[in-house]
């Protein structure tokens, strides 16, 4: 340890600047050892749980729905993170399936969009119902905040199935009292110039288009995770 004169009188010279120097030093020291959430405001992640729809299916990675989302979001002053675990062609059964683990860690909250699948391969709406209210049930006693995003069923499946699909959705989204945007197409659907050549995945045009109908559904979501996070 120097005891020299030279240290002493520096730090007596200095001793004014030197104290407010420490002082910053120690706030900057507790700011980054004291948890997250105390000295600044933590990121909030989402996670996009869905099907090809949700993964990007045939679009490069940055012109999928939850890179598109994030970045409009982030200009929109949301300090927040997407996370894409859309599986191509996932059902609401494989969905169920690997839910406990795509928790892993745990998400602010969960977009939800299942359901495309179900509908093309003629699933009976029960069988759907189920499933979806098993996911709801495990993210709901997670203390998860959950988007119900809903889907249509194709019109070949007839009126009567078509109905049952549109009315499960609004149902469980009641029941679980999540932020609900009833149809994940709602502008893109059927309209050639905003979906890839199989008509059914929206292209880079469409994805954005997507984003920008859904986007004050996803705010409402987030101040659903900061009212939680300041109860």
Known sequence: MCSCPIAFNAFRRYGPLARRINGVLLVLILA????????????????????SLMAGYGLPQQDAFPTVLEAALQARGHDVRVLNAGVSGDTTAGGRARL?????????AVILELGANDGLRGIPTEETRRNLDAILAMLADQGIP??????????NMGREYGVAVKAMFADLAGRYDVVFYPFFLDGVAARAELNQQDGIHPNA???????????????????????????
């Open 205 to 231: 045009v469409g994805v954005e288009t997507l984003v920008e109908r859904i986007l004050p559904s996803v705010e409402t979501l987030i101040a659903k995770v900061k009212t939680n996070r300041s109860g």
């Open 146 to 155: 959950a988007l119900l995003a809903g889907m249509l069923a194709p019109p």
């Open 100 to 108: 406990g683990w795509s928790l892993s860690p745990a998400p602010d």
């Open 32 to 51: 980054w050892t004291l948890p997250t959430g105390v000295s600044r405001a933590e990121t909030i992640t989402l996670l996009g749980f869905g099907d």
